[in-house]
């Protein structure tokens, strides 16, 4: 059964930088995605960023674009978010999704398997 987790949340001021982590396990597949999506209270989720291990091209949101990173370590089926410079309107629920098949990686209803969720909270 793959089981996915997500760390790394926290409450900080604007302009900061957090990293996220996306721990997966239960499979050893060495290609899928890790797609990163938030949910803001009142707001539709929407995806932040995807990661394709087999060859580790990534895909951002226009609002990540050059802000937010990502990446992934195979060995430890682990992906980051770095997200830097952070905004208030960032503050969201935040997942980690993963699945053997990636398409519209923007989409979640695409992906299979998911964690509970980490809160990211920024204040001006």
């Known amino acids: 059964q793959v089981q996915v987790v997500e760390s790394g949340g926290d409450s900080v001021q604007a302009g900061r930088s957090l990293r996220l982590a996306c721990a997966v396990s239960g499979h050893d597949f060495s290609n899928y995605c890790m797609g990163w999506f938030r949910q803001a209270p009142g707001k539709e989720r929407e995806g932040v960023a995807m990661i394709y291990t087999g060859s580790n091209s990534v895909h951002y949101g226009d609002f990540a674009k050059g802000r937010f990173t990502i990446s992934v370590d195979n060995s430890k089926k682990t992906s980051s978010l770095q997200m830097n410079d952070l905004k208030p309107e960032d503050t969201a629920m935040y997942y980690c999704?993963?699945?053997?098949?990636?398409?519209?990686?923007?989409?979640?209803?695409?992906?299979?398997?998911w964690g509970q969720g980490t809160q990211v909270t920024v204040s001006s």
């Open positions: 999704a993963t699945d053997f098949v990636c398409r519209h990686w923007w989409r979640g209803e695409n992906y299979k398997h």
